[in-house]
T-cell receptor, first 123, second 110 residues
Framework: QITLRESGPTLVKPKQILTLTCSVSGFSITSTGVGVAWVRQPPGKALEWLAHIYWNENKLYSPSLQNKITISRDTARNQVVLTMTSVDPVDTATYFCVHMDVLSLTSLRFDSWGRGILVNVAS | QPALTQPAAVSGSPGQSITISCTGTNSDVGGYNRVSWFQQHPGGAPKLIIYDVNNRPSGVSGRFSGSKSGNTASLTIFGLQPEDEAHYYC??????????FGGGTKLTVL
């Protein structure tokens, strides 16, 4: 059974660095055809794709945030990490990590989601 | 401003069918058969219900159906049930190498 669990601070001050960790079980982040994505959702608002990392360590980033976020992984711990620099109150959101099943070069599905972690950015 | 346009709200009575639209551009919805739909109940995580325009993951009810015409994708729910009341989000691959979500649609089962 695939499970994902987000962890990290729930309160961060503006201009600080936010580091979120996605701990997964039921699959290996290095298995062929696997990816892990980060998606966020401000309170009462829509989902926003941030980034994802494939089993081969290829990474994709949202163009609007690519200078602010970094996605990385710890294969020994089977974890994926999202780092966001110089956070702002507009970054207040629930952050979800998501298992991706890469079916082919042109097909993937975001098929298992963590419960999310609500991060507040406030002084 | 969300990248994909969805109606803010739709409603229907139990047993009826409803359709939610998701409008993008040639660079996303219209250019690729890589549209997904997610269901999100209040306080919960999104759940994948449709991928690649019209494919259902195992375990998802056959009452959910996806389609696409031009730059607009659609999610149809047949035989509405009270538990279908939720927010629904579309998402699409966008050229080059990004993913975008819609603004979400609140479905009310009357």
């Amino acid at each position: 059974q695939i499970t994902l669990r987000e962890s990290g601070p729930t309160l961060v001050k503006p201009k600080q660095i936010l580091t979120l960790t996605c701990s997964v079980s039921g699959f290996s982040i290095t298995s062929t055809g696997v990816g892990v994505a980060w998606v966020r959702q401000p309170p009462g608002k829509a989902l926003e794709w941030l980034a994802h990392i494939y089993w081969n360590e290829n990474k994709l980033y949202s163009p609007s945030l690519q200078n602010k976020i970094t996605i990385s992984r710890d294969t020994a711990r089977n974890q994926v990490v999202l780092t966001m620099t110089s956070v702002d109150p507009v970054d207040t959101a629930t952050y979800f990590c998501v298992h991706m099943d890469v079916l082919s070069l042109t097909s993937l599905r975001f098929d298992s989601w963590g419960r999310g972690i609500l991060v507040n950015v406030a002084s | 401003q969300p990248a994909l346009t969805q109606p803010a709200a739709v409603s229907g009575s139990p047993g009826q069918s409803i359709t939610i639209s998701c409008t993008g551009t040639n660079s996303d919805v219209g250019g690729y058969n890589r549209v997904s739909w997610f269901q999100q109940h209040p306080g919960g995580a999104p759940k994948l219900i449709i991928y690649d325009v019209n494919n259902r993951p195992s375990g998802v009810s056959g009452r959910f159906s996806g389609s696409k015409s031009g730059n607009t994708a659609s999610l149809t729910i047949f035989g509405l049930q009270p538990e279908d009341e939720a927010h629904y989000y579309c998402a699409s691959y966008r050229h080059i190498n990004t993913w975008v979500f819609g603004g979400g649609t609140k479905l009310t089962v009357l």
